[in-house]
């Protein structure tokens, strides 16, 4: 049944998704083509202006708006009229959180890579961007493998939080009697600061901790960029702990009103 039901919301989301993309897309290639190529040559004339702000205008409304999207999936399917009929599927609370969960982290990992495509279509135009990442590579030394792997972790979990703060934050809303899609708006605005408040803490504490060398030791001698690598690494690494804290704590809320408190009245 849980096969069925990652099924039925990849549909629902992909119906929205795709064609959001696609006109993301569709945006870049229009612009390396007719715009980017032009303005390598001379100063933009104000129509190009206008191109590459819209451009801009096209990302932003790509990463809100799948946001937006699986927030609203989530809720509807769960909490509104249609929440009714979902509910009376054999699937349990976390056959269903599990579903969305998924689902929603698939569509969150694509719009990031798309995100990034788009971007390197629109306005990579020569090879000094991959210089500066093969020297990038080649400072950090035997650190660069942990480096790019910790990164890799940290946005992924990033997007995971992320997703995990929208449900939540829409759970807690059904609780209200009224105005409950504003109360959700609230409650992920409450966590939204938390989180940060957290990520900044990771960012503090990631200096202080040493998890991979202690640099304030005399006895360790390093150079700049190896100093740099450890130093980024062991924040990195604080903040993925901070943020597998927020997930854990995210599903289990959410799991634990859906099974004991659903309102959908």
């Given at each position: ?121 629109f306005a990579f135009t020569s090879d000094a961007g991959l210089e ?134």
């Amino acid at each position: 049944m849980l096969r069925k039901l990652i099924k039925h919301d990849f549909k629902s989301l992909s119906r929205y998704l795709i064609l959001l993309h696609a006109f993301l897309l569709i945006i870049a290639f229009i612009g390396r083509i007719f715009v980017i190529s032009n303005v390598q040559t001379g100063t933009p004339t104000a129509l190009e202006t206008l191109y590459m702000l819209t451009f801009v205008i096209s990302l932003v409304s790509a990463a809100i708006g799948t946001s937006v999207i699986i927030g609203m999936h989530f809720y509807k399917s769960l909490y509104s009229t249609q929440g009714y009929l979902s509910w009376t599927l054999p699937v349990t609370a976390n056959q269903h959180l599990l579903s969305k969960t998924l689902v929603g982290f698939f569509w969150a990992v694509v719009n990031m890579l798309l995100i990034w495509l788009a971007v390197v279509i629109f306005a990579f135009t020569s090879d000094a961007g991959l210089e500066a990442i093969k020297a990038g590579i080649n400072a950090l030394g035997s650190h660069a493998f942990p480096a790019i792997a910790l990164t890799a972790i940290y946005f992924l979990l990033g997007l995971l939080t992320t997703l995990m703060m929208i449900y939540v934050a829409a759970t807690i809303g059904q609780l209200f009697n009224n105005h409950r899609v504003l109360a959700s708006v609230i409650t992920y605005g409450f966590l939204y600061v938390i989180s940060q408040i957290l990520t900044t803490l990771g960012l503090v504490g990631g200096s202080q901790t040493f998890f991979f060398a202690d640099l304030s030791d005399s006895s360790i001698t390093v150079s700049n960029n190896l100093q740099g690598a450890i130093l980024y690494q062991n924040v990195l690494l604080t903040s993925i702990i901070i943020s597998i804290i927020q997930l854990v704590v995210y599903y289990c809320i959410t799991q634990y009103i859906m099974r004991r408190k659903l309102n959908l009245s």
